[in-house]
């Protein structure tokens, strides 16, 4: 019995590490300032998100004109789970911003021009073995993203225009 | 059998070790060092985590403000006083009814009105306004974190 509670110990030992090292991080310390710096602007953070897809969509744009090697697919793969994790977290604070009728009209206006460049960048990347899953999903959340930004915009425009008393809020408040 | 048992106390002691720091309101002195990482860590946090962070970050700054008061340390603990107010507020425009771990923040915060009204019973005159606004800050918080937790 104990060798039984031994190897229960390892094996979750062991799924605790895999899944710490399959983490991984898409901002760099410096952007995790940045939005520190945001704090609770719903504005100012969908902004910035927006700054950071551009960067990695560059990044991977620089990408595909390389020449086709282990290496360059290796590092799409990364910059593509990164990519496609960066717009499912600005997908959530979406979410909780649109909840809370936080007016954000102006950041949406950045971001629909934006995800319209990043799914053209996804667009121009044949997929290849080494990242095919990583683009699959990389598309998949850049169309849920375009889909929601387009769904808030124009909730947020009839929300505005029938209380143009709560324009520029952080958050909807009781009356 | 005793190994299981052992090995089943362990596992439930590592489950549910989350429950009882959340419970344990009382046990670690709070610190200046603690609170700093707590803010950064709230204000770097996902908006549906951040309710949360910041409550934590006021409990820890009452209990610091209570002791730093108590050694004389009036002007300090003013200040954090002053801070407390302004988190709170920072509660209040990011709490939404979809907010990860809503009731603890809850609980937090009615322990920290708890702690505040300690605070004010045994302040002096003189101090007793700043804490009877930071009270109300606080207490306004928690009730609006309290109906969300109800409205869910």
Known sequence: MRIFAVLVSCLLIAATSAAQKEKREPLTEAQQDQIAEAGIDPAARVTLYVKFLDEHAETIRGLIKRAKSPARAHRLDGELQDFAALMDELGDNLDVFSERKADIRKSLKGLNEGVKNWQGVLHDLPSEPGFELSLKEAVESSNDLAQQAKQITSDQEAYFQAHPDEKGQDRWEPK | ?152
Do not use: W
């Open chain 2, 1 to 152: 059998m005793r190994s299981i048992v052992a090995y089943g106390v362990f596992l439930v002691s590592i489950l549910t070790s989350g429950a009882i720091h959340a419970s344990s309101l009382d046990s670690a002195p709070p610190d200046q060092k603690t609170i700093d990482a707590l803010l950064a860590k709230a204000d770097q946090a996902q908006p549906r985590d951040q309710c949360f962070l910041y409550a934590e970050a006021v409990h820890e700054m009452t209990e610091l403000s209570i002791r730093q008061y108590a050694a004389g340390e009036t002007t300090k603990a003013a200040g954090l006083l002053k801070q407390i107010q302004q988190f709170a507020q920072k509660i209040h425009l990011s709490m939404a009814q979809n907010d990860k771990r809503l009731k603890n923040a809850e609980i937090l915060l009615s322990h920290t009105a708890f702690r505040l009204t300690e605070m004010l019973h045994s302040s002096s005159l003189d101090d007793q306004e700043l804490v009877k606004q930071t009270l109300a800050q606080v207490t306004q918080a928690q009730n609006e974190a309290m109906m969300q937790v109800f409205n869910k």
